[in-house]
């Protein structure tokens, strides 16, 4: 752009046709090569064609508080000059007026103040021609007034504002876009009450035993007449693995698109005109509905039984609406992965793509092999209006729908099947230890590459944002400080105790030598064991560890873990396969603790780069070191 006078700058184009939307944003390009964006869109809309046109900008940056307002949206008429401002602080039943010293603005009299139109998204729009501003550049204010009335609410604060003095562009132009700076006004920030609540809790007299989308409206009319402006809900993507009570973890979804099936309002999936009859399910209906707490595996089974005939009988009418189609056609993209994967979890019985024979790694080519991947796009078609009226209901009602977003994939969904590329499948997301959890977290999810993510300016991430705001006005991010360092642990261990932050700059061997600390990798990153220690945590069972679980070292009065044994993750699968008795558990726990008993975590994929291990102070490791050592990695544990 070409820098003018007082701070403008200007951009000449001449395209060949201009979209019925037009929308771009600014930046400011920094000589070391960066780029600073304005973090809001500009939106033109209804240029005319074939004519002279003048866009006046401000930088902008976005207030989301807009979606608490309530105002109708209108189109604004077609005007010689729009000018925009935005403003969520305008009471419901009033709107923004312009005022100023020409006869066209009224003349400071609020009563002839020229009404400006709320277009959505906070914008307010007023349509002025060329008479109303005259040669001059004149004064105004923007106003506050009450609609019907046009009474004055109040006036805006600061000195008065003036058109930009900038004939020469102006001059000769057919049509003029001012965007002018927010409203200034003396309203206090936002500050509404709402509710947290998720969405199986809200069982009405209609529910098939679960909270369901048609639910969430009866909720909206309850924080209506309470006063409240925001009902949050915990994730309702589908989360279907075993179809069991395993399932309800609301965030260990199988797919960050697809919604939970269980959430599908039955009633409103049954046509009038009697083409499905579901007065055969009502008595189950109404006895998993009076239960006291939710049975997820009934109601499972019986949600999905009414699902499937209400797809014999009204699927192909279904499938045939022009609704359908137009879902079809803009979801497909992520659809037919997930219906597949619907399908074969069905038929092996479990989400672990890893026992799926042939189809362990995808290939959307296996789509042809079966004749029943209707089903689920059927069953998420409903799923989608129901939610969206849902939302549309909401904010009718003065009321924002929040989300809640995961910040990872589970390692059996649809993702980590189709995409295992943009995942670091080998790794696991969790959190250090605290006082609540002396073990840390693993949450078992996949931490993401972001480096490939990156190439392709991180559609996957928009892609997902995007689809979530059909359906939300604001989400919340669980863990959101995963997008900039994240808790990983190696695949093979359980515990979080073995994790480090990622990204770090573990050390080098050398450098832990030039902390003081002799560095023994053999000592150090593998678990130190020994007999005084197997004697500590198992007492007499002590002997029985070292036959079973324990490689004698040769020369070094220490143990290695069997093979079979040799990181916590083989540890778990061997006790899962045995009777699951607190004999059986405690063994379990102390020999996981055991693996866990090292001073450095080396990174994997990466030579030479050790972590120290969280809390390490507090293991058999830390506390076999002599006085110096313990000094010398006390230093190099805090300066990390």
């Not at 939106?43 to 902008?60: E, H, M, N, Y």
């Not at 914008?123 to 040669?135: C, P, Q, T």
Request: hydrophobic residues 35%.
């Amino acid at each position: 752009m070409n820098r003018l006078q007082d701070g403008w700058w200007e951009l000449r184009i001449k395209p060949k046709s201009l979209p019925k939307a037009l929308y771009y944003h600014y930046g400011v390009s920094c000589p070391e090569g960066s780029v600073v964006s304005e973090h809001a869109t500009h939106c033109q809309k209804g240029l005319p064609a074939g004519t002279s046109v003048v866009i006046i900008d401000r930088w902008r940056d976005p207030d989301y508080s807009y979606v608490f307002l309530t105002h109708k949206t209108t189109t604004p008429k077609k005007s010689d000059i729009a000018l925009i401002t935005r403003s969520v602080a305008v009471p419901s039943k009033c709107h923004l007026a312009m005022t100023g010293n020409s006869e066209g603005l009224g003349m400071w009299n609020p009563a002839h103040a020229i009404p400006l139109q709320y277009t959505g998204a906070g914008l307010w729009e007023a349509s002025l021609s060329f008479a109303d501003i005259g040669n001059s550049t004149p004064e105004y204010k923007f106003i506050i007034r009450r609609d019907g009335s046009n009474s004055l609410v109040e006036w805006e604060e600061g000195p008065n504002r003036v058109f930009p003095a900038i004939p020469d562009l102006i001059k000769g132009s057919k049509h003029v876009v001012i965007n002018e700076t927010p409203y200034r006004g003396s309203v206090e920030g936002l500050r509404h009450a709402g509710t947290a609540i998720p969405v199986f809790s809200l069982r009405s007299n209609e529910s098939w035993g679960i909270g369901d989308f048609g639910d969430l409206k009866k909720m909206a009319d309850w924080a209506s007449m309470t006063g409240q402006r925001v009902l949050q809900i915990l994730p309702v993507n589908d989360t279907t693995m075993y179809h069991n009570w395993i399932d309800s973890y609301p965030y260990g979804g199988i797919s960050i698109m697809a919604l939970h099936p269980l959430y599908v309002n039955i009633n409103a999936m049954c046509p009038a005109d009697g083409t499905a009859d579901l007065s055969p399910f009502e008595k189950e209906r109404k006895t998993l509905n009076e239960m006291p707490q939710l049975d997820y595996d009934k109601v499972s089974v019986l949600k999905w039984k009414v699902i499937r005939y209400l797809f014999k009988h009204t699927g192909e009418i279904v499938m045939k609406s022009s609704s359908f189609r137009t879902f079809y056609r803009e979801n497909k993209k992520w659809l037919l992965p997930y219906a597949l994967f619907c399908v074969l979890r069905d038929k092996f019985g479990t989400a672990d793509f890893s026992q799926w024979e042939k189809y362990t790694t995808y290939d959307p080519e296996y789509a042809r092999e079966f004749e029943n991947l209707d089903l689920y796009v059927f069953i998420q078609y409903h799923l989608d209006k129901q939610l969206a009226e849902a939302h549309k209901y909401l904010n009718s009602r003065g009321i924002i729908l929040k989300g809640d977003i995961p910040i990872g994939i589970t390692p059996l969904s649809v993702e980590a099947w189709t995409e295992p590329h943009l995942f670091h499948m080998d790794s696991q997301a969790g959190a250090p230890p605290d006082e609540f959890s002396v073990q840390g977290q693993n949450w078992g999810f996949p931490t993401y590459n972001w480096e490939v993510m990156e190439k392709d300016g991180y559609a996957w991430w928009k892609n997902r944002f995007g689809h979530m705001a059909r359906y939300f006005d604001a989400y919340r991010i669980d863990h959101i400080l995963g997008f900039f360092r994240i808790w990983s642990i190696p695949k093979e261990q359980t515990q979080g105790l073995m994790g480090y932050f990622d990204p770090a700059m573990p050390f080098t061997a050398e450098e832990i030598r030039q902390w003081g600390l002799s560095f023994d990798g053999e000592r150090m990153t593998k678990p130190f064991i020994t007999d005084d220690i197997l004697n500590r945590v198992f007492g007499e069972k002590a002997d029985l560890i070292r036959e079973k679980y324990l490689d004698p070292v040769k020369n070094r009065g220490q143990y290695d873990l069997k093979e079979a044994f040799s990181t916590q993750r083989k540890i778990a699968l061997h006790f899962a396969s045995l009777k699951d008795n607190q004999e059986n558990r405690i063994l379990c726990n102390s020999l996981l603790d055991l693996a866990a008993n090292v001073l450095f975590v080396p990174q994997p994929g990466k030579e030479d780069a050790y972590h120290p291990r969280i809390s390490a102070q507090f293991n058999y490791s830390y506390k076999a070191l002599d006085e110096n050592s313990k000094f010398a990695f006390n230093r190099l544990y805090d300066h990390f």
